[in-house]
Structures are given as C-alpha cells and as structure tokens.
C-alpha cells in the first residue's frame, strides 16, 4: 500500500517537485543476456517484492535487507509501456555506471498502478524558469507580451513562440498543453521522423484575420 510521507523537511515545502511517494512493487529483474546487444530476457516467475521511495528526483528501490538501486529520475529515464490490465509498467534508466537497464514493475491494485504511473512521470517535468524576459526571443515580459511556460522544457517564453499545443503523455499530460518553438519541433522530429526538415510540423495556434478567398459567387453551371 503506498502512503504519502508525513515527514516533511522544512527546507523541501518550498519545491513543488519534491514529491514524496513510498510504497512496494513487485519487481523482475532481467537476465542481461547480452550486455553489448541490450537484449534481455525476463523470468516470467522471478517477481521480487520491494519497497519504492520516490522523492525529488530519486526512485530508490530496496528489499527488506538492502538498497538494491537509487534510480536517478533523469533524461536517460523512460516509462517505457504501461498494461493496466495487467498491473505491469517498464521503465528504463541508466544506472551509476551508465549501462541501461530495465525492470518490469507490477503494482499491487488498479489504484497503485494509476499512482506509480502518474507520480513517475510528473516527476520527470522540468522546474519553470522565472525568467522576466522569453528565452527563445528575448522579448521582456509586460503587459503586452505575457510569460508562458514551456510544459516540456520548462523555458520561460512568449506567445509567439510557444504556437504549439500538444500531448506529453511521457510527462503525464494527457490534455494539450503549451510547448515551445524548439522543443514543439524536436517533438515532431521524434514523431514523423526526419523526413520533410524543412516544413514545421506544429499546429500554429495563431490564426490570421485574413478571410480565405472566396470563389465568385457565380455557378459553375448553367
Ligand atoms: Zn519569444
Ligand atoms: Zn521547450
């Protein structure tokens, strides 16, 4: 069952990505069957039970003996398929040494597995920056040009370059939220493949006042 800590250390109430989240998964460990190829086998009966700590950053993962690893929520760490029917989720990471890894975790309740999911990926987003002017076109933020955020960067910037609305399901944000220029196209990039550079990929948000063009209102027949 997982639990909320109640401890609460004074100097981590300021960050709202400190998020403290304990609780227990059953975990396969894989067979490295060939370390240099990445291929791994799992052992369908091997489930070990052991006891999660999310916190900031950190997934520290322990038995009732010792700490078995203290995975770093970082850019190489990736939910990598979630089966709700099944209670299961993969994620990757890189360990200390940095060789990549993944472990098939298994929650114990439909409750568990939505909370593991989702507090994993939430705590993959980036801080917001507070910058006072856009980091993309330096504008200075004022009455007329507002600050957004960035959901996937976090960068502080503007309206005209943040055009994008998008889905980060990666991130637990499943409704469209803004993104800016750089990352709206690295996104699209990853999605639709290199092909077709020179186009954007994005959706532009702003809409131009002019009306299309109308046909004469003249029928084509007679
Ligand atoms: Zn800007
Ligand atoms: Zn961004």
Not at 78 to 95: D, H, P, R, W
Not at 125 to 137: G, I, P, Q, T, V
Not at 153 to 182: A, D, F, K, N, Q
Not at 202 to 220: D, F, M, V
Request: proline residues 4%; glycine residues 4%.
């Amino acid at each position: 069952m997982g639990i909320l800590s109640s401890k609460i250390d004074r100097s981590s109430v300021m960050l709202q990505s400190e998020l403290v989240f304990e609780g227990s998964l059953d975990v396969q460990f894989p067979t490295i069957l060939d370390n240099s190829e990445r291929s791994y086998s799992f052992d369908q009966k091997d489930w070990v039970h052991c006891k999660f700590k999310l916190q900031g950053s950190t997934l520290e993962c322990s038995t009732s003996e010792s700490t078995v690893e203290t995975i770093l929520l970082d850019n190489n760490f990736e939910v990598l398929n979630e089966q709700g029917s099944s209670l299961i989720f993969t994620v990757k990471f890189a360990t200390r040494d940095n060789s990549s890894q993944q472990w098939k975790l298994r929650a114990s309740s439909p409750e568990e597995f939505e909370k593991w999911t989702s507090f994993v990926k939430q705590s993959l987003r980036a801080e917001w920056s507070l910058k006072d002017f856009c980091m993309c076109c330096h504008t200075k933020f004022g009455v007329i040009t507002r600050r957004h955020h960035c959901r996937a960067c976090g960068r502080s910037v503007c309206s005209e370059c943040s055009p994008v609305m998008t889905t980060l399901p990666h991130l637990g944000y499943s409704t469209l939220v803004r993104v800016c220029r750089i990352c709206g196209n690295e996104l699209a990039h990853k999605r639709k493949g290199p092909q077709e550079g020179n186009s954007p990929n994005y959706t532009q948000s702003k809409k131009g006042n002019s009306p299309n063009k109308q046909n004469k209102h003249k029928p084509n027949y007679k």
